[in-house]
């Protein structure tokens, strides 16, 4: 009856804990925290509409070349760069947090897919780490280009292999490619500039600036239209490499892929289970999320301004959108930095803006595809150049020279071996790198030791610490503090630590401030905690009282003073032993018997009252905080 009465009980409180918890997670404001959507429509006008129209419109002509460029980059049919364009412009206008962003493919992720189709393990990503991949990749990928840019065909696994290859089939470079490639960097390279350029034509009138600007910012639409019309109507179809056919029509909505099989180079045949590809390349599924995520959250905190960019929003519209994009066949996607400057500087108001560009690619493929064919290689390759070469971040070295020299490491490990080697391993030997750092400074905490002595004179020593207590600072902080009680406090003077800057203690590190109270209290030496955050008392509080130490703590400037005159003068009461005894000297020197006394204490405190007179005197030369005065620092790396 009884366990029948609990079981009784419990389903009738399990729809109770439901309904609370469904009452929590979908309060009016978690909803519209989760779909942002139901904050901007209901305030959403005729002006914004027009806005993002113009927006989607401008970003849309500049992402169906840059698809298809990006398709070529990930060395997939060119139809698959724009079956990446569309998903993430549509799910992003409901779970999307910042209106500048436009997803879809992207030079870097293009990069990785192709990485990963060849197969590599890595792990992930730090500040300087970050800046020398993508200067690494930007070069990669015009590296991927030179074959395009030159009319050359040759087989290329990375920078060095393409430096190589270019240099062994030199006199093989196709004439007319090369003067296309060459033509396009330079139009592509003006009009860049052509706003900045022609600045004063601008200033003297609105529309005629707006005009230019249109015109900047179509460029890759302008070059690549302007070469397709052209050798379309030259109709030669050897007279430069072109993309050729492009499957029309939108991709067919299926699940992914779970097997495949096929053909490799040489003929022979292969077919891939789901198990075997997630064992070749299990990596992908940490790498490709966290690389994008990188990418995308960095433009959102570029466009945040003073506001606060929510990174779990983002990651789900990430996500979203990816995994939308598999039953489309679309490649990874993110975030893309060029089109949301673009996005920008046309004047969104919305994510709505995605409605028109998502809808402007689907028409491209469903009637445009035919029109494609006759798009020069070498424009697509010098549109892709372009682009990225001015994600080549060199400008970051001067002020990580200037700040902290150390940084340099990293980024010089992460772009050399990125460059010369490979991204996977390039990015691998960054991380590993800025992680030892990151353990080095965890271990390595910044102690100062000061001598201090409070109003009535008594001397001290006093300890710093400017960071949180965890395992890998321990044997550091119990070295230093074991040196600073024995070396400069004589074994007999207390020692306090300043707490102030210890934010939390992990067990281990609880454990050695635990064995330095044995150590201390063992030589009778005063160890003393001041300004311990009360989180780290109840830490150290249940390991003491299991090990059964005493520890002695306090908050307090004049708590700290009285515990230092306390135990002083109790030191001094228990030190100072009388020891009565008889001198008998001649009968000519003295007939009477001569009683002396002597107080034997330990040395360093039988000097303490000729040390507190020396000290008062000094004391006003020492800087003062409240009643207890500081002393000269101690340099704990010269002794």
């Given at each position: 009856?009884?366990?029948?009465?609990?079981?009784?009980?419990?389903?009738?409180n399990?729809?109770?804990?439901?309904?609370?918890?469904?009452?929590?997670?979908?309060?009016?404001?978690?909803?519209?925290?989760?779909f942002?959507?139901l904050?901007?429509l209901p305030?959403y006008?005729?002006?914004?509409?027009?806005?993002?129209?113009?927006?989607?419109?401008?970003?849309?002509?500049?992402?169906?070349?840059?698809?298809?460029?990006?398709?070529?980059?990930?060395?997939?049919?060119?139809?698959?760069?724009?079956?990446?364009?569309f998903?993430?412009c549509?799910?992003?206008?409901?779970?999307?947090?910042?209106k500048?962003?436009?997803?879809g493919?992207?030079?870097?992720?293009?990069?990785?897919?192709?990485?990963y189709?060849n197969?590599f393990?890595?792990?992930?990503?730090?500040?300087?780490?970050?800046?020398?991949?993508?200067?690494?990749a930007?070069?990669?990928?015009?590296?991927?280009?030179i074959q395009?840019?030159?009319?050359?065909k040759?087989?290329?696994?990375?920078?060095?292999?393409?430096?190589?290859?270019t240099?062994e089939?030199f006199?093989?470079i196709?004439?007319?490619?090369?003067?296309?490639?060459?033509v396009?960097c330079i139009?592509?390279?003006?009009?860049?500039?052509?706003q900045?350029?022609?600045?004063?034509?601008?200033?003297?009138?609105?529309?005629?600036d707006?005009?230019?600007?249109?015109?900047?910012t179509?460029?890759?639409?302008i070059?690549?239209?302007?070469?397709?019309?052209?050798?379309?109507?030259?109709?030669?179809?050897?007279?430069?490499?072109?993309?050729?056919?492009?499957?029309?029509g939108?991709p067919?909505f299926?699940?992914?892929?779970?097997?495949?099989?096929?053909?490799?180079?040489?003929?022979?045949?292969?077919?891939?289970?789901?198990?075997?590809?997630?064992?070749?390349?299990?990596s992908?599924?940490?790498v490709?999320?966290?690389?994008?995520?990188?990418?995308h959250?960095?433009?959102?905190?570029?466009?945040?301004?003073?506001?606060?960019?929510?990174?779990?929003?983002?990651?789900?519209?990430?996500g979203?959108?990816?995994i939308?994009?598999?039953f489309f066949?679309?490649?990874?996607?993110?975030?893309?930095?060029?089109r949301?400057?673009?996005?920008?500087s046309?004047?969104v108001?919305?994510?709505?803006?995605g409605?028109?560009?998502?809808?402007?690619?689907?028409?491209?493929l469903?009637?445009?595809?035919?029109?494609f064919?006759y798009i020069?290689k070498?424009?697509?390759?010098?549109?892709i150049?372009?682009?990225?070469?001015?994600?080549v971040?060199?400008?970051?070295?001067?002020?990580?020279w200037?700040?902290?020299?150390?940084?340099?490491?990293?980024?010089?490990?992460?772009?050399?071996?990125?460059?010369?080697v490979g991204?996977?391993?390039?990015?691998?030997?960054?991380?590993?790198?800025?992680?030892?750092?990151?353990?080095?400074?965890?271990?390595r905490?910044?102690?100062t030791?000061?001598?201090g002595?409070?109003?009535?004179g008594?001397?001290?020593?006093l300890?710093?610490?400017d960071?949180s207590?965890?395992?890998?600072?321990?044997?550091?902080?119990?070295y230093?503090?074991m040196k600073?009680?024995?070396?400069?406090?004589?074994?007999?003077?207390?020692?306090v630590?300043?707490?102030?800057?210890?934010?939390?203690?992990?067990?281990?590190?609880?454990?050695?401030?635990?064995?330095?109270?044995?150590m201390?209290?063992?030589?009778?030496?005063d160890?003393?905690?001041?300004r311990?955050?009360?989180?780290?008392?109840?830490?150290?509080t249940?390991?003491?009282?299991?090990?059964?130490v005493?520890?002695?703590?306090?908050?307090t400037?004049?708590q700290?003073?009285?515990?230092?005159?306390?135990?002083?003068?109790?030191?001094e009461?228990?030190?100072?032993?009388?020891?009565?005894?008889?001198?008998?000297?001649?009968?000519?020197?003295d007939?009477?018997?001569?009683?002396?006394?002597?107080?034997?204490e330990n040395?360093?405190?039988?000097?303490?009252?000729?040390?507190?007179?020396?000290?008062?005197?000094?004391s006003s030369?020492?800087?003062?905080l409240?009643?207890?005065?500081y002393?000269?620092?101690?340099?704990?790396?010269?002794?």
């Amino acid at each position: 009856m009884i366990n029948g009465s609990r079981h009784d009980e419990n389903e009738k409180n399990a729809p109770g804990c439901f309904k609370a918890w469904s009452n929590r997670a979908f309060t009016k404001k978690n909803v519209a925290r989760k779909f942002p959507v139901l904050e901007w429509l209901p305030k959403y006008t005729v002006g914004k509409a027009i806005s993002d129209l113009i927006a989607g419109l401008t970003v849309g002509l500049t992402l169906i070349p840059q698809g298809l460029a990006m398709a070529a980059v990930a060395q997939l049919p060119p139809q698959y760069g724009l079956y990446s364009a569309f998903i993430g412009c549509f799910v992003y206008i409901v779970v999307g947090s910042t209106k500048e962003i436009t997803i879809g493919p992207t030079a870097v992720m293009a990069i990785i897919t192709l990485s990963y189709i060849n197969g590599f393990i890595v792990n992930f990503i730090s500040s300087p780490v970050t800046s020398g991949f993508t200067s690494a990749a930007a070069l990669t990928i015009c590296s991927t280009q030179i074959q395009s840019l030159l009319g050359l065909k040759f087989r290329a696994d990375g920078f060095l292999d393409v430096v190589r290859g270019t240099i062994e089939h030199f006199n093989e470079i196709r004439l007319n490619d090369a003067m296309v490639s060459l033509v396009c960097c330079i139009v592509l390279l003006f009009l860049r500039k052509l706003q900045a350029s022609c600045k004063c034509m601008g200033s003297l009138h609105p529309a005629i600036d707006k005009f230019l600007w249109l015109i900047a910012t179509s460029r890759s639409v302008i070059v690549i239209l302007t070469c397709t019309v052209v050798f379309a109507m030259i109709g030669q179809n050897d007279l430069v490499a072109f993309v050729g056919d492009v499957v029309p029509g939108l991709p067919p909505f299926q699940l992914p892929p779970f097997t495949m099989s096929g053909n490799n180079t040489d003929g022979t045949p292969y077919h891939y289970t789901l198990i075997s590809m997630l064992k070749d390349d299990v990596s992908a599924l940490i790498v490709l999320p966290l690389l994008a995520l990188m990418e995308h959250i960095s433009i959102a905190k570029a466009y945040a301004g003073s506001g606060r960019v929510d990174a779990s929003q983002e990651m789900i519209s990430i996500g979203l959108s990816n995994i939308g994009g598999a039953f489309f066949s679309s490649m990874p996607i993110t975030g893309a930095f060029s089109r949301t400057v673009v996005n920008k500087s046309s004047g969104v108001e919305s994510p709505m803006g995605g409605i028109v560009t998502g809808v402007l690619v689907i028409v491209s493929l469903q009637f445009l595809t035919p029109y494609f064919y006759y798009i020069p290689k070498a424009s697509l390759a010098s549109v892709i150049c372009c682009a990225v070469i001015f994600t080549v971040d060199f400008e970051i070295i001067y002020p990580m020279w200037k700040s902290k020299k150390m940084d340099l490491l990293p980024w010089f490990a992460t772009f050399s071996i990125s460059l010369l080697v490979g991204l996977e391993i390039g990015v691998l030997i960054g991380f590993l790198i800025s992680i030892i750092f990151l353990l080095y400074y965890a271990a390595r905490p910044g102690v100062t030791v000061n001598r201090g002595q409070t109003t009535n004179g008594y001397q001290f020593i006093l300890i710093d610490m400017d960071r949180s207590m965890t395992f890998a600072a321990t044997e550091y902080a119990r070295y230093v503090i074991m040196k600073s009680g024995t070396k400069w406090g004589k074994d007999t003077m207390p020692v306090v630590i300043d707490c102030h800057f210890i934010q939390f203690a992990d067990y281990t590190s609880a454990q050695g401030i635990r064995d330095l109270f044995k150590m201390f209290n063992e030589k009778k030496q005063d160890l003393i905690l001041w300004r311990l955050k009360p989180s780290v008392v109840r830490i150290l509080t249940s390991i003491m009282e299991l090990g059964g130490v005493p520890f002695k703590h306090c908050y307090t400037e004049e708590q700290l003073e009285n515990i230092l005159e306390d135990s002083l003068k109790e030191r001094e009461k228990r030190s100072s032993i009388k020891i009565t005894f008889t001198v008998s000297g001649d009968e000519e020197e003295d007939s009477s018997s001569t009683n002396s006394t002597v107080d034997v204490e330990n040395p360093p405190i039988n000097q303490e009252d000729e040390l507190r007179r020396n000290n008062n005197a000094a004391s006003s030369k020492n800087s003062n905080l409240g009643s207890i005065n500081y002393g000269a620092e101690i340099d704990i790396s010269k002794e």
